[in-house]
């Protein structure tokens, strides 16, 4: 008899990978009489799975790169002992999923040997810790000029941006966030800054915090998604800190990340930043 998992598998139906995912879940399931955990329910009601998680290593089937079951057992800070992408085991074997949501006998041929391999990798060990970030690195910056104003933008130094002027600088697994040069002088002299809850979760581009001046209110908007792990308690006691020095002594909250890879490409990096500033400060009127 195999050993014993819990199986987490992605709920994603509109794709030909996502009823893919669920019928691999069902077959290892079936095949080491194990415990389906149901993405949906689990984010509703995490302690009806508690007994199983404890009980069994997990194993985590996605159907595709958005990696959503990961995420669901990164949220919940599950340790994952096995997992899987289907998209990208389908791809390493040269098998188009096709177009179908109705797997077919051949694709549930599929299903079998993937849960096979699942199965048989060897005994189940936890994933490694995640290495400890190092935010310590130098910066090197590009500047952006626009009458007396000068704008200063983080390049190829691990940086990413969304287009609500807000960054996160990526090291082992986490990120530091918080508002771009551009945004802070926009703002002016800041005089408050909301933190976030420590264990809190967020979403990609969810609200992670606000800052205040006496022109305006601005809601800090996550690039990435994932847990609070830290939170910068020197903004809160001096909001002036991120106008001095906005992408380093100045960020506002550390996170660990749900799904880097899965997110990353949806950011802009700091050469791409740079044209989106070049552009507002262009519009820019104090």
Request: charged share 25%; glycine share 8%; proline share 8%.
């Amino acid at each position: 008899m195999p050993e014993r998992f819990a199986v987490l598998p992605c709920n994603g139906l509109d794709k030909a990978v996502g009823p893919l995912a669920r019928e691999t879940a069902l077959i290892v399931v079936e095949d080491c009489e194990g415990s389906l955990i149901c993405p949906v329910l689990y984010q509703n009601t995490p302690a009806r799975y508690e007994k199983p998680l404890a009980e069994s290593p997990l194993i985590v089937i996605d159907g595709c790169g958005t990696r959503c079951a990961s995420r669901i057992a990164a949220t919940h800070g599950l340790r994952i002992a096995r997992k899987l992408t289907v998209a990208e085991a389908l791809r390493e074997a040269g098998v188009a999923p096709g177009q179908s949501l109705r797997p077919g006998p051949e694709m549930l041929e599929v299903c079998r040997r993937l849960a096979g391999q699942l199965l048989t990798e060897g005994p189940s060990a936890p994933e490694p810790p995640p290495p400890v970030a190092d935010f310590s690195g130098p910066v090197e910056y590009a500047t952006v000029r626009h009458d007396k104003f000068v704008f200063r933008v983080p390049v190829r130094s691990g940086y990413y941006f969304n287009e609500n002027d807000c960054w996160a600088r990526v090291a082992g697994g986490r990120a530091r966030v918080g508002i771009s040069d551009f945004r802070q002088q926009q703002l002016g002299d800041l005089t408050f800054c909301d933190l976030p809850r420590i264990g809190a979760t967020v979403e990609q581009f969810g609200e992670l915090g606000s800052v205040e001046s006496v022109k305006a209110v601005s809601d800090i908007l996550s690039p990435f998604s994932g847990r609070v792990v830290a939170a910068n308690e020197q903004v809160a006691e001096a909001p002036e800190t991120i106008n001095e020095d906005p992408y380093e002594a100045g960020w506002v909250a550390e996170l660990e990340l749900s799904d880097f890879a899965g997110e990353v490409d949806l950011l802009l990096d700091g050469e791409g930043y740079l044209e989106v500033v070049k552009r507002k400060a262009a519009e820019y009127r104090p």
